[in-house]
């Protein structure tokens, strides 16, 4: 079983700020917006934090939740329900981190691979 990551952060191809939002509405509640302009979104929901960054990556968004009070556990498990739901490709990390981790001390390991998720499945990646 997987432990609940403390945060979760997924990755959406050029998502749209109102379709992610209603999304997040219909499946955490109402949004409060705490901040909005072109490049970023913050909203308070259930005592958590999220910043949605418009253009983090090229053509990709960032779907940060700074505090992980959702239904899903990981990464993965929130890039899934995403993915369901907006239907674009998401991508997320494959595992997790501790604050212990001694940064780029395990260059190959788990923590450094993402997984693409889009209409042809699920699939491990180097980003």
């Known amino acids: 079983m997987t432990d609940r990551f403390p945060d979760l952060e997924i990755y959406l191809m050029k998502a749209n700020v109102d379709a992610v939002a209603e999304w997040l509405t219909s499946t955490l509640g109402e ?22 960054t418009a253009q983090a990556e090229k053509n990709f968004s ?43 001390a395990n260059s190959d390991s788990e923590n450094d691979q993402w997984i693409k998720i889009n209409q042809n499945g699920e699939k491990a990646f180097s980003w």
């Open 62 to 104: 960032s779907l940060w939740f700074k505090q992980n009070t959702t239904p899903w556990l990981s990464d993965l498990d929130a890039g899934r329900a995403a993915y369901a739901a907006l239907q674009t490709e998401v991508r997320c990390s494959a595992g997790g981190w501790k604050e212990d981790d001694d940064a780029g």
């Open 31 to 52: 949004l409060t917006v705490i901040r909005q302009n072109n490049a970023l979104t913050t909203w308070r929901v259930n005592n958590m934090e999220i910043l949605f």
